[in-house]
């Protein structure tokens, strides 16, 4: 397995991008921010009629009991190996998608390898057709969520058009108050320049978010974290949301994208048959990238992990999901997790 992170040695196979806070001399705390797709995190119930169907022991995939919890084994472990050398109680918060409901989140965050964290569990019914939301798990030791507020998607003209809400958790991370926007943009269904308005209005959303933050205090760290369903340099992320490739092009109100150099160098978050996206993202406020006495960037990870890549067949050297053409792998997700670290000056 490979070694998650060093502090002066970086991998280039664990795709670490690496910048020291310029007065190396000052002694930093450092506190992980982490986003996992976890690929269909259903329960056995079917609740949702044909929609959920898929997901039940009568289903396609016969979703039983015996799935159910390897899946929540694998997605804990996977989690707990989110852990660094620097951050070994894990992320300070963990932005999820493809998640039922608030059950399996209580259950995954029970699971053995992960219960030690006594991780918290911040979770909202969106309207989407197939029942996926976002949520937000936190270690209480890290952060201490102040409110969230959840935001719908709409389509001007489509009156009929479902998609995942997209969360806001304001919380003190740090001694900071950071606000956290959870998202996953809808899908390239159709194909990807058909489809690319939805997600330029999903991108146009987050903005009005963080805008609305900065009304309220313009000195509060804004997060934009999430299945993005485009890569760094698209439209939505890189012109609609306005997140930047270069810390010297964004203002304090903009944002910055660690994850545009990382795909650069062709490492993504999913991929197949020779082509890879980082859909995954986490993108930072202006403020995050400035030195200064709070929180600031520090670097950005994959987590392409041994264990969490295929060895066979056409999924050799790509995410190992749960199931590939409608066999079962009792894998973990069709994505890696990916995690920025902030650090804080200790006074």
Request: hydrophobic share 35%; aromatic share 12%.
């Amino acid at each position: 397995m490979k070694k998650l992170f060093l502090i002066s040695i970086i991998s280039l196979i664990s795709c670490v991008l690496f910048a020291e806070p310029q007065q190396s001399k000052k002694q930093y705390q450092v506190v992980g921010v982490a986003f996992y797709n976890l690929e269909n995190l259903f329960d056995t119930i079917n609740t949702n009629g044909s929609y959920d169907l898929e997901y039940s022991p009568a289903g396609a995939k016969k979703w039983d009991g015996r799935k159910y919890w390897s899946k929540i084994a694998n997605m804990s472990y996977a989690i707990s190996q989110l852990a660094t050398e620097r951050t070994p109680g894990g992320p300070a918060i963990i932005g999820v998608s493809e998640i039922e409901n608030e059950s399996v989140l209580k259950d995954l965050v029970k699971a053995d390898p992960i219960k030690k964290w006594m991780l918290q569990v911040v979770h909202h019914d969106s309207p989407d057709r197939r029942g996926v939301d976002v949520a937000l798990l936190y270690n209480p030791r890290y952060f201490r969520m102040l409110n969230v507020n959840n935001h719908r998607l709409k389509i001007e003209g489509y009156d009929t058009f479902r998609t995942r809400d997209q969360m806001c958790v304001t919380g003190i991370l740090m001694g900071d108050t950071v606000s956290v926007i959870v998202n996953h943009w809808p899908s390239r269904m159709g194909g990807q320049a058909q489809s690319s308005y939805l997600r330029e209005a999903a991108a146009a959303l987050s903005k009005q978010i963080a805008d609305s933050v900065w009304a309220v205090n313009p000195h509060q760290s804004v997060i934009v974290m999430g299945d993005l369903n485009d890569d760094p340099f698209d439209k939505s992320c890189a012109e609609v949301l306005g997140a930047k490739k270069d810390k010297k092009d964004v203002d304090y109100h903009g944002f910055y994208n660690p994850f545009w150099a990382v795909s650069d160098k062709g490492i993504g978050s999913l991929g197949y048959k020779g082509s890879w996206n980082l859909f995954d993202q986490i993108i930072l406020s202006g403020d995050l990238v400035k030195e200064g006495n709070g929180l600031m960037y520090w670097n950005c990870l994959v987590h392409n992990l041994d264990f969490l890549t295929g060895n066979e067949g056409n999924r050799q050297g790509y995410p190992l999901r749960t199931f590939a053409s409608g066999v079962y792998l009792n894998g973990y997700s069709d994505h890696y997790p990916t995690q920025v670290f902030l650090v804080k000056p200790v006074k």
